[in-house]
């Protein structure tokens, strides 16, 4: 049975520059992920788990529902959409409590007219699709950085299994709904050499693929041209997309500001400079 807390606030305004509002309706995530995770060293930073172990603990807020009536009304002027997660994973995998409540917020914010983005290293239940209590104007996507399963065992050990999460995916796409990737934090080769393109390829049906190179990891961090390869990705992942029309978005950061302006392809296949 999983923990529960509760809270005096969830909706806040983000800092990432692709999200706009944002909830973290859970403390802690069994996915463990070990690049290592922003989202655990912050929480142990300021109080909010002890150790590694009570992360891999989520604590479901109990009263995420409440507070969601109190602060939709509060923010609804300044809401363009909500993302779910950056501190935590609303599908998480094997937590069906954590799901059930991932789902009610959905349809909370829905039923608001608020569209939901959502993020996760789990799998999608097939219900987002094949009932009418959410909206189809929701967008849901994956973090994919690799295709090797015995990588993903050492970098997010308790996630789903690669082919089932990308499959869950490919579900909701094929239903109809707006669906997107995060190639972030993207493994150097000195972690693990494989093919961008082979990854890019794996996803080549998303509407947005988003990409961002690994940053609090010390041997990727170490890792000579770490510079020159980022932004070699960074352009394929834009050559691709412009190919496919995906919408692209670079992460801040992922190349330094000296490299050559590269593009970002919209939807519409127009393309803008950043």
Known sequence: MTKKIEKK????????EYANFCINHVVGCAHGCTYPCYAMLMAKRFGRIKDYDDWLEPKLVSNAIQILDQEIPKYRNRIKFVHLCFATDPFMYRHPEVEDLTLRIIKKLNDN?????????????KELAETEEYGNYNTYGIT????????????EPFSAPLKNR????QYLHDAGLKTWVSIEPYPTPNLIEQELSEVLSAVSFVDRIIFGKMNYNSRANGFAG???FYKKCANDVVDFCEKKNIDCHIKNGTRSKDDVTVKEVLPTGAVVSV
């Open 113 to 125: 007219d608020i569209k939901a983005t959502v993020l996760t290293k789990g799998t999608y239940p």
């Open 166 to 169: 990308i499959a869950s995916l």
């Open 9 to 16: 606030s969830l909706l806040y305004k983000s800092k990432v």
């Open 226 to 228: 770490g510079a020159d």
């Open 144 to 155: 994919l950085v690799s295709l090797n399963e015995n990588f993903k065992r050492g970098f």
